[in-house]
């Protein structure tokens, strides 16, 4: 980008009173002032030749620690700008990062000359309160000849990004849906078969020496090796709803903010307890196979024009053993179709500040829920949800 040269208030004074003596001077024959006219009018033009590629010797780069950080955390964006000349020094530099409107005012720092090969180091602290994915940058650069007449601006380089994920709280332990609590490894055997007691069978040319089972191969006179046993690991759905019509409220205390906060913190409870999580939204299924992967993918989640819930019969899978679905506003006939769907536990997160047309249509949605087996949780900030989620969990309670 090109700098862009402009006259201080100073530079356009010098130049309107240079002009004016230089007039006044032709007009009434006095030479002392057309000379003080003339000299007043040059004075800019020189101050801009004084500043000519000094913004393009600014050099500067930007580092964001973390580069990820979740909503209502600090992170620390630190700033180095110098002077790449070997030989000019450039005077009067004085920066401003850009920032969007939700990480606070945009900061200004002013930082006199610097010499050849100068460096200065600046620091300073962004709080975002709501999740996405913001630009810090470009940096603007401006320089002030010596006088203060002629400014120059440019801006060095493209913006570095601030990913900030939801904010999540911990939750309690939840059980599998055989019943079973506190077990560290929720995977089920279909074959009913554990390792006390294996299914041996040939060995086959490549097997593993370790897997050779020796009662069995004494018993049948020829090598025998451990059958693989057949596991199915625990799931649970997850549902989303981020319809804008759902959603209500500004900023950090947006429903849908509520909403994406319920569901991260629940999917991260999961994925900790070693379950597999399915993650819908009304744009289908998101990837949810890691932590980060699943926190990345809700902090640019944006609101949907969609008309109708996630609850379609491919989301809500009969074979979960455990069915949430974080609801917004929704009608009663949409809460009586989700009613009869699920599989497993189910529990519905239903965010109190969403768009409800009035308390008695979330109470109303409540009821139909409930009536079909859901375990409700009316949630109206993101704080609540360990104690309500400790009643909503399988079995009730949940070991600590």
């Given at each position: 980008?090109r ?24 007009v ?13 009018t ?24 973390p ?140 097997d ?34 981020t ?15 509520t ?6 913190s ?7 307890q ?127």
């Amino acid at each position: 980008m090109r700098p862009r040269r402009t006259l201080t208030a100073r530079g356009v004074c010098l130049l309107l009173l240079g002009l004016i003596a230089l007039v006044a001077g032709l007009v009434i024959g006095q030479r002392e002032l057309v000379a003080l006219g003339v000299l007043a009018t040059a004075v800019p033009p020189l101050a801009a030749l004084s500043v000519f590629g000094a913004a393009g010797r600014i050099a500067h780069s930007r580092l964001v620690t973390p580069s990820r950080v979740r909503a209502g955390h600090d992170a620390r964006v630190m700033v180095r700008v110098g002077n790449s000349s070997h030989v000019w020094p450039v005077t009067s530099v004085s920066i401003r990062d850009t920032l969007p409107t939700p990480l606070g005012h945009e900061p200004r720092y002013s930082l006199g000359l610097l010499g050849p090969r100068g460096v200065r180091d600046l620091a300073y602290l962004v709080r975002p309160a709501v999740r996405g994915n913001y630009p810090l940058g470009p940096l603007r650069v401006s320089v002030t000849d010596p006088l203060g007449c002629v400014r120059v601006e440019q801006r060095p380089s493209a913006p570095d990004h601030l990913l900030v994920t939801p904010a999540t709280v911990p939750l309690g332990r939840v059980g599998t849906a055989d019943g079973s609590q506190g077990d560290d490894s929720p995977r089920r055997s279909t074959s009913g078969i554990g390792e006390q007691d294996p299914v041996p069978r040939e060995y086959r040319y490549g097997d593993e020496l370790r897997r050779v089972h020796w009662r069995s191969t004494a018993k049948h006179g020829e090598l025998m090796v451990r059958r693989d046993e057949q596991h199915r690991r625990e799931y649970g759905t997850i549902l989303l709803d981020t319809r804008r019509r759902a959603h209500a409220g500004t900023g950090a205390a947006h429903s849908l903010e509520t909403a994406v906060s319920a569901a991260a913190s629940i999917a991260l409870h999961l994925l900790d307890q070693g379950h597999e999580v399915r993650l819908h939204t009304e744009r289908g299924r998101m990837p949810v196979a890691v932590p980060s992967a699943l926190l990345d993918g809700l902090a640019v989640i944006e609101p949907s024009e969609a008309t109708a819930p996630p609850i379609g019969a491919s989301a809500l899978a009969s074979s979960a053993s455990l069915t949430v679905a974080v609801l917004g506003a929704v009608e009663a006939e949409e809460a009586a179709v989700l009613a009869k769907t699920g599989g497993g536990h189910r529990v519905a997160v239903l965010c109190a500040g969403a768009a409800w047309p009035s308390p008695d249509a979330l109470r109303g949605v409540g009821e139909v829920l409930s009536a079909g087996g859901w375990r409700i949780v009316r949630l109206s900030s993101i704080a609540e949800l360990p104690p309500l989620w400790r009643d909503a969990a399988p079995l009730g309670k949940v070991p600590r």
